[in-house]
């Protein structure tokens, strides 16, 4: 299938990227290197999104050539989707008028694109592009590096999470290489940047922090009116999650975070057997084995109460 969407890149000559609404590091991450290999092969190529990132992915470089509009009714040769492929996980209308490549790597991805390259063995997106890149034969710039590392880098919890294999360690350390960065320049850029006010919304939503089912479930929770100035969007919430991950025993975290009056997003992380995906699909959610999400709409009381119900039926 590699093959297939190198091929069919090099036969077109317009190309236009996109990716799924709330941009992370990986999609971001991925969609630029992708921008910036396509662009050394002299094509003519957009990346438009509909969502902004969060601080600090949009510090990525390379971010500043994103368009936030819509593709259609451009005319493009071809539409290629980092982690998408519907108008409801982009938020583009009309793209079932393109030819189209869906990149992604979880497992139920949608495939309504023309050529879907689906891998979800791959420990993120980042290095599915890194081995497009090469069957593409470009070089691997520093930007193209950088970016493809900070997206693998990402998706695997700086390499603690259970998705990392030696396959994406050998991409990473691939990628130093040949970018002549040091690993720490990308931590220092996605770890290391936060501003006050960030530090200051973690203190009010770690200590929201709840424990049940015997202290295997931790339970945290943003509020609109913690900090009214600052967006949720605005913010990537990763590490807040990751420390509620990092309790002794816990097993599964929930992160209720208020979008609107009595409608949450929910995200769920979990570890060994237990399917954070399961969960979110009762809920019309998706995502990973042990990272998922979807909307809930009601109480923060009924939220929890529903949710920790279809919890307790995996942790019997």
Same mark, same amino acid.
């Given at each position: 299938?590699?093959?297939?969407?190198?091929?069919?890149?090099?036969?077109?000559?317009?190309?236009?990227?996109?990716?799924?609404?709330?941009?992370?590091?990986?999609?971001?991450?991925?969609?630029?290197?992708?921008?910036?290999?396509?662009?050394?092969?002299?094509?003519?190529?957009?990346?438009?999104?509909?969502?902004?990132?969060?601080?600090?992915?949009?510090?990525?470089?390379?971010?500043?050539?994103?368009?936030?509009?819509?593709?259609?009714?451009?005319?493009?040769?071809?539409?290629?989707?980092?982690?998408?492929?519907?108008?409801?996980?982009?938020?583009?209308?009309?793209?079932?008028?393109?030819?189209?490549?869906?990149?992604?790597?979880?497992?139920?991805?949608?495939?309504?694109?023309?050529?879907?390259?689906?891998?979800?063995?791959?420990?993120?997106?980042?290095?599915?592009?890194?081995?497009?890149?090469?069957?593409?034969?470009?070089?691997?710039?520093?930007?193209?590096?950088?970016?493809?590392?900070?997206?693998?880098?990402?998706?695997?919890?700086? #390499?603690?999470? &259970?998705? /990392?294999? @030696?396959?994406?360690?050998?991409?990473?350390?691939? *990628? =130093?290489?040949?970018?002549?960065?040091?690993?720490?320049?990308?931590?220092?850029?996605?770890?290391?940047?936060?501003?006050?006010?960030?530090?200051?919304?973690?203190?009010?939503?770690?200590?929201?922090?709840?424990?049940?089912?015997?202290?295997?479930?931790?339970?945290?929770?943003?509020?609109?009116?913690?900090?009214?100035?600052?967006?949720?969007?605005?913010?990537?919430?990763?590490?807040?999650?990751?420390?509620?991950?990092?309790?002794?025993?816990?097993?599964?975290?929930?992160?209720?975070?208020?979008?609107?009056?009595?409608?949450?997003?929910?995200?769920?992380?979990?570890?060994?057997?237990?399917?954070?995906?399961?969960?979110?699909?009762?809920?019309?959610?998706?995502?990973?084995?042990?990272?998922?999400? #979807?909307?809930? &709409?009601? /109480?923060? @009381?009924?939220?929890?109460?529903?949710?920790?119900? *279809? =919890?307790?039926?995996?942790?019997?």
């Amino acid at each position: 299938m590699k093959k297939k969407v190198a091929e069919k890149i090099k036969q077109s000559r317009s190309v236009v990227i996109t990716s799924h609404v709330r941009p992370d590091a990986d999609s971001i991450g991925s969609g630029l290197a992708l921008f910036q290999m396509l662009r050394q092969l002299g094509k003519e190529v957009r990346y438009r999104l509909t969502d902004h990132a969060p601080h600090p992915i949009n510090r990525l470089p390379g971010y500043e050539k994103i368009e936030f509009r819509q593709i259609y009714p451009d005319p493009f040769d071809l539409l290629i989707f980092i982690e998408g492929g519907t108008e409801d996980r982009t938020g583009h209308k009309h793209v079932d008028r393109y030819d189209s490549i869906n990149i992604d790597h979880h497992a139920s991805s949608h495939r309504d694109a023309r050529l879907n390259w689906v891998i979800p063995e791959a420990a993120a997106v980042g290095e599915m592009v890194f081995e497009l890149g090469e069957e593409l034969g470009v070089t691997f710039s520093r930007d193209i590096a950088f970016n493809l590392y900070a997206a693998i880098v990402s998706d695997t919890g700086s #390499f603690k999470y &259970s998705n /990392t294999s @030696a396959r994406c360690l050998q991409v990473s350390s691939s *990628l =130093v290489e040949r970018g002549g960065f040091a690993p720490v320049e990308v931590s220092n850029l996605l770890f290391n940047s936060n501003p006050p006010e960030k530090i200051a919304m973690m203190s009010k939503v770690l200590a929201t922090l709840e424990l049940a089912m015997d202290k295997r479930v931790a339970m945290i929770r943003f509020q609109r009116d913690f900090l009214p100035h600052l967006a949720l969007r605005d913010i990537e919430t990763e590490d807040i999650i990751a420390c509620a991950r990092s309790i002794q025993d816990v097993q599964v975290i929930l992160f209720f975070k208020e979008m609107d009056a009595e409608y949450f997003r929910v995200s769920i992380r979990s570890r060994g057997d237990f399917s954070a995906q399961k969960v979110a699909q009762q809920f019309g959610g998706d995502g990973h084995h042990h990272a998922a999400g #979807f909307y809930f &709409s009601g /109480t923060i @009381a009924n939220a929890k109460a529903e949710i920790l119900k *279809l =919890v307790g039926q995996q942790l019997l």
